[in-house]
């Protein structure tokens, strides 16, 4: 499985996201810097957390208009998977691959803690490890998480089944009391509506590894290596 990770100015989990492929895969990912304009072939594409060019403007506004984006939307729209986390859901979002948007924290702080998502869409090439209904232990780190959409885009979102985890409690209860950020619906990751780009808040390369306390996560990267 071949994997390419885009680094930025300020992203930080770059090498997290190293370690969690070549983990699962056993081939070592291509790093390509974001002034490339060419991206090499690949089977996975991933856009990993940090805060890529401070968060200036907003997060990943600036990462959005980096040179080589053209070739990877280029290469999304023509059903290359890409998996975008926390900055990278949020450069996703801001190139156009993904609805809605993401916002500030409700409460206006940064959040670094392990919360609980709820796998709603098992029929994925990212969650096919996972049966429905799953809930998993996942690290999250971010200030801007808070996601938004207008009410046609979120009806689209959930009639398309395209909401893939949602933050729950410890029993997959669903509430305002599981929701660390204010998440429309307790939306934590969604997929455009090929199937093919999922953007995820929450940091699954931090939860693959028994020595990060617990392996919740790996079965996203096994999916992934199943389905290439």
């Given amino acids: 499985m071949k994997t390419v990770i885009v680094q930025y100015p300020g992203t930080n989990r770059e090498r997290d996201m190293m370690a969690a492929l070549k983990l699962v895969t056993g081939t070592d990912p291509v790093l390509v ?21 401070g968060d200036y403007l907003r997060a990943g506004a600036i990462a959005a208009r980096s ?15 890409v998996l975008g986390v926390c900055n990278g859901f949020q450069t996703l979002v801001e190139v156009g691959l993904l609805p809605g948007a993401l916002m500030r924290n409700r409460d206006l702080k940064f ?23 799953t809930v998993l232990r996942c690290p999250v ?3 801007d998480g808070n ?21 729950c409690s ?3 209860e669903v509430g305002e009391a599981a929701n660390p950020n204010g998440s429309q619906r307790n ?16 940091h699954p390369e931090d939860l693959v590894d028994p020595l990060h306390g617990g392996t919740d996560c790996r079965g996203l990267f096994d999916s992934l290596l199943d389905a290439a």
Wanted: glycine share 8%.
């Fill in 33 to 53: 810097w974001h002034k490339e304009t060419e991206l090499p072939t690949a089977d996975l594409i991933v856009l990993p957390g940090g805060f890529s060019f």
């Fill in 67 to 81: 040179p080589v984006m053209a070739d990877l939307v280029k290469k999304a729209q023509a059903g290359v998977p």
């Fill in 111 to 133: 959040i670094c803690k392990d919360v609980f998502l709820r796998v709603d869409n098992s029929d994925t090439r990212f969650t096919a490890r996972y049966d429905k209904g």
């Fill in 141 to 143: 780190a971010h200030h």
């Fill in 147 to 167: 996601y938004f959409a207008d009410p046609e885009t979120l009806a689209r979102l959930e009639g398309e089944d395209r909401v893939v985890f949602r933050y």
């Fill in 170 to 172: 410890a029993d997959g």
């Fill in 187 to 202: 939306i934590a990751g969604i997929l455009n509506a090929r199937g093919s780009v999922l953007g995820m808040m929450p």
